[in-house]
C-alpha cells in the first residue's frame, strides 16, 4: 500500500477499535493499471527518442508504437472483436448512407475518361475556399482543406482519438448507437468522393492529400471489417491511400483511386453480412428520399425480405410499387 500510495492511492479503513491500512482489491488493480500506463509511456519515450526503426515498423498500422505494443490504446490491433462489428454498422433506415452509396459506386466505377465529368455528375460549385458536390444528402457536401478537418457532412471536428475511446466503452447502448449515427465506412467513401473532387476539379492537391491520410486513418480500423460488415466496397484502398502517407504527394499518374469497375456493385448476400443487395444501388431514388423520418418511406424497412416475398405490403400505394422500388432477383418482380 505504500508503494501504490505513491502512486496517489491511499485507503484507511477501521477495523474495531483500530485503525489499520489495507488495499482493497481495487486499489491494487488501479496501482496496476496506473504501473501498465507508466511502462508503456515508458516505451513511447523510448520509442520516440530512437532514430530508426525497421521498415515492417514504419509500415506497421499506427506506427512503431503499435507495432511493439499492439494493444495500447488507439492502436488498430487493440480493437475488439465487438468493436469491430460497430464500427463497421451503419443506421440506413433513413435512406442517406443508400443514396450515398449509389453515388460513391457511380464515381469509383467511372474510368479517367470518365472523371473529367465529375463536377458535371455532382453538380459541384465552388464555395468556402473549396467545393460543395450532391451526393444524395439532404444537404451539400462541402469539400475543402478546412473541411477535411471534420467528420464529413457535419460540423463535429475528426478525432480519432476521441472514435478509440468510445470503443473502448462499447458494453453501452448509447455508445453503439452513436457509433451506427456515425457509419465509418460511409463517412470513409465521402472523404474519398472529397480528395477526388478536388484532385480532378480544383487540382488542390494538399486538400486532396489531408483527405486521404484521414480516410486511411480510419481504413487501419475498419480493414477486417469493411469485407464482411458493410455494403460499400473498397477493392485495394489500402494500397491506394498507402501511396499518399509519405512526404510529398504521390505521382500524377498514382493520385486517383481507379479500383476494379467490377466489383464497384452492390454486394451479393453471400459477400457480406451487411449487403442490402435490395437497396444497394437504390431501384429508384424517388421511392426512399434520403433524410426519411417515415417508416414507410424507408428502403431497409419496405424492402425487407423478411416482411414477405414482395416486402412490406403497407408500404406501396398507387405509382409507389413494390416492382419500382425494390431490387429483386434477376428483376423477377418478388424476393422468393
Known amino acids: 500500500c505504500l508503494f501504490l500510495k505513491s502512486l496517489g492511492e491511499k485507503n484507511e479503513q477501521k477495523q474495531g477499535s483500530s485503525s489499520q491500512r489495507i488495499c482493497p482489491a481495487s486499489i491494487i488493480f488501479r496501482g496496476f493499471m496506473r504501473l501498465q500506463g507508466l511502462f508503456r509511456l515508458l516505451l513511447v519515450l523510448q520509442l520516440s527518442a530512437a532514430e530508426d526503426h525497421p521498415p515492417e515498423a514504419l509500415n506497421h498500422p499506427g506506427g512503431p508504437r503499435c507495432y511493439y505494443d499492439a494493444l495500447a490504446l488507439g492502436c488498430p490491433s487493440s480493437i475488439s472483436a465487438d468493436g469491430l462489428k460497430f464500427l463497421c454498422t451503419c443506421d440506413y433506415d433513413n435512406n442517406n448512407w443508400f443514396h450515398v452509396l449509389g453515388h460513391y459506386l457511380k464515381i469509383f466505377k467511372s474510368g479517367e475518361s470518365e472523371r473529367g465529368m465529375l463536377a ?102 475498419v480493414n477486417k471489417c469493411v469485407d464482411r460488415q458493410t455494403p460499400f466496397p473498397f477493392p485495394q484502398l489500402g494500397e491506394f491511400l498507402q501511396k499518399w502517407s509519405g512526404d510529398g504527394t504521390p505521382d500524377s499518374a498514382a493520385m486517383a483511386w481507379y479500383p476494379d469497375p467490377n466489383l464497384m456493385r452492390g454486394k451479393r448476400p453471400e459477400e457480406s453480412e451487411q449487403h442490402w443487395w435490395m437497396c444497394t444501388p437504390l431501384q429508384d431514388p424517388e421511392c426512399f428520399p434520403a433524410g426519411s423520418v417515415n417508416l414507410y ?30 431490387r429483386t432477383p434477376n428483376d423477377s418482380g418478388r424476393f422468393y
Open 120 to 221: 458535371q455528375t455532382l453538380k459541384a460549385r465552388p464555395e468556402g475556399g473549396g467545393v460543395s458536390l450532391d451526393v444524395g444528402l439532404p444537404q451539400r457536401l462541402q469539400c475543402s482543406a478546412e473541411h477535411s478537418k471534420l467528420w464529413p457532412a457535419s460540423n463535429n471536428i475528426f478525432d480519432v482519438a476521441e472514435l478509440y475511446s468510445f470503443l473502448g466503452s462499447i458494453i453501452y447502448p448509447d455508445v453503439r448507437n452513436k457509433l451506427q449515427q456515425l457509419c465509418v465506412p460511409g463517412k470513409m467513401a465521402l472523404q474519398l468522393i472529397c480528395q477526388h473532387a478536388l484532385l480532378h476539379g480544383l487540382k488542390d492537391f494538399q486538400a486532396a492529400k489531408a483527405y486521404a491520410l484521414r480516410a486511411q486513418e480510419l481504413w487501419q480500423m
Open 297 to 326: 418511406t424507408s428502403c431497409s424497412i419496405c424492402c425487407d425480405p423478411g416482411k414477405g416475398p414482395t416486402g412490406d405490403e403497407s408500404c406501396f400505394v398507387g405509382e409507389w410499387t413494390f416492382a419500382r422500388c425494390c
